[in-house]
């Protein structure tokens, strides 16, 4: 069973078109997270949730739209996409503050814009 | 705001020998935990190691070891009897009163025959 799981894999789409990456967790972890992952491989978080309420937004542009329907998923959905917006977007989730509980990724989300 | 740095972007090791990979990072924090992942070409973030602030003792988990240099805000990590598998980019990471990580840019790690 995969721990934190998202959908799709990979996605290839062209410049101006909106889509979502989906995300679930079968921990019973109470945050989750997504991240991005540039090309340069650097990592940075861009949204969480605790409970379905948003405590963190890392000055992302709101083309990006998180949602979380109940605590065990968080999906997000791109808007108007641009070439910028190729990276490897993984999702993850901890119980509690990340310092006490470990933060389990999702195998991550490559998504190009062409 | 915090920052880490990990200056080696490469690092090479023989099969058998040991490396060292290097971070620092930079917080004005009392209370923080420190980790080291790891992402095999699979893509997948595995965390490798965790060290608490407060615990003078350097964590240690199997073949990985941490030396930990809370003044000097240093904390690198030892890989022995290095193995085929160990090749990964290595990240170090950083988290505080939020809960969030903090990542370093990153150190690509070769093993070598």
């Known amino acids: 069973d995969t721990a934190v799981s998202q959908t799709p894999k990979y996605l290839v789409t062209q410049m101006g078109n909106d889509k979502s990456i989906k995300c679930e967790q079968n921990l019973g972890h109470d945050t989750m997270y997504w991240y991005k992952q540039d090309s340069k491989k650097f990592l940075k978080i861009m949204f969480s949730?605790?409970?379905?309420?948003?405590?963190i937004n890392e000055t992302v542009p709101n083309r990006f739209s998180p949602k979380s329907p109940d605590k065990a998923h968080l999906n997000l959905h791109i808007n108007s996409l641009e070439l910028g917006d190729s990276a490897v977007y993984f999702c993850a989730s901890s119980q509690g503050w990340v310092g006490i509980g470990e933060l389990f990724f999702g195998e991550g989300s490559r998504l190009t814009v062409l | 705001a915090q920052t880490v740095t990990q200056s080696q972007p490469e690092m090479s090791v023989q099969e058998a020998e040991t490396v060292t990979l290097s971070c620092t990072y930079d917080t004005s924090e009392s209370d923080y935990y420190l980790f080291w992942y790891k992402q095999p070409p699979s893509r997948q973030m595995i965390l490798v190691i965790r060290?608490?602030?407060?615990?003078?003792q350097n964590a240690t988990e199997n073949r990985f070891s941490v030396n930990f240099q809370k003044a000097a805000k240093s904390f690198s990590l030892k890989i022995s009897d290095s193995q085929l598998g160990d090749a990964a980019m290595y990240f170090c990471?950083?988290?505080?009163?939020?809960?969030?990580?903090?990542f370093g840019t990153g150190t690509r790690l070769q093993v070598t025959l």
């Open positions: 949730y605790n409970n379905k309420e948003l405590i």
């Open positions: 060290q608490e602030a407060y615990k003078q």
């Open positions: 990471a950083y988290t505080g009163t939020a809960s969030k990580l903090t």
